[in-house]
């Protein structure tokens, strides 16, 4: 029942950002931040910022709605596309926080703004650092997990925070099909040693039309 529920709204969600901005009830809270991420997404391909594509983008917010996390850590927030995601998701069911991480102080700034515009900065957390080092200060335990940065980095990130995963958590990783060699590291460990899966998606972004995610479900063997 709870993936049926969230795949209609998934459904819904997908046509209210299809919609013109004009044909968007104000009022609506969700319709409001459905705003942002649309402007979002048009901004990073226009600059070429590294987004996670709006299509893999609805599964993320898919797995986050039956997850319904406590706490959510994302790695690599750019200018906060994901996180609207999240967010939104978080503030529909009335529960959770997200923790994101991004090292560049011009971009993380960017992304405190949109997350303001959206209403959501009680629920969204920026931490401005290194995600590698930065993953360290969080405390467990997590609940979701999304890594969408520097490939070679996610192996690093990942061990960070592998002890303060919560047992039946859920790890998002972007970019297992072009990033693949850059995060062997990563799938070989995730692969070896939880219940792993590939999801591929054909996308439309300027930089690549077919790409994959790395979904894990984490088990602490407790």
């Known amino acids: 029942m709870m993936t049926t529920l969230c795949t209609l709204w998934l459904a819904l969600a997908g046509q209210a950002l299809a919609a013109e901005p004009s044909e968007r ?13 649309k402007a979002v997404e048009q901004d990073s391909i226009k ?32 200018i906060g596309y994901s996180g609207l995601w999240i967010g939104r998701e978080l503030k529909r069911v009335g529960r959770g926080k997200l923790i994101t991480m ?42 979701f997990l999304l890594i969408d940065c520097i490939p070679t980095n996610y192996y ?11 047992d039946g958590a859920i790890v998002f990783a972007d970019n297992a ?20 899966r590939t999801e591929w998606f054909d996308i439309n972004l300027p930089w690549a039309k077919r790409d994959a995610v790395e979904i894990t479900t984490v088990s602490q063997g407790k």
């Open 47 to 78: 600059r070429r910022i590294r987004l996670l594509a709006p299509e893999k983008a609805v599964r993320l917010a898919e797995l986050v709605c039956r997850k319904k996390p406590t706490k959510v850590v994302e790695a690599g927030t750019a």
């Open 25 to 37: 009830p104000s009022a609506d809270t969700g319709d409001k931040i459905a705003a942002v991420i």
């Open 102 to 143: 991004e090292i560049d102080p011009k971009i993380a700034r960017e992304a405190e703004a949109n997350f303001q515009e959206a209403g959501l900065e009680e629920i969204v957390t920026l931490k401005l650092g290194d995600a590698r080092e930065t993953a360290k200060e969080i405390e467990g335990p997590v609940d």
């Open 156 to 166: 690093r990130v990942f061990l960070a925070l592998e002890d303060k995963l919560s």
């Open 177 to 196: 099909g072009y990033g693949a060699a850059g995060m062997k590291d990563y799938l070989k460990h995730v692969r070896g040693k939880y219940n792993s």
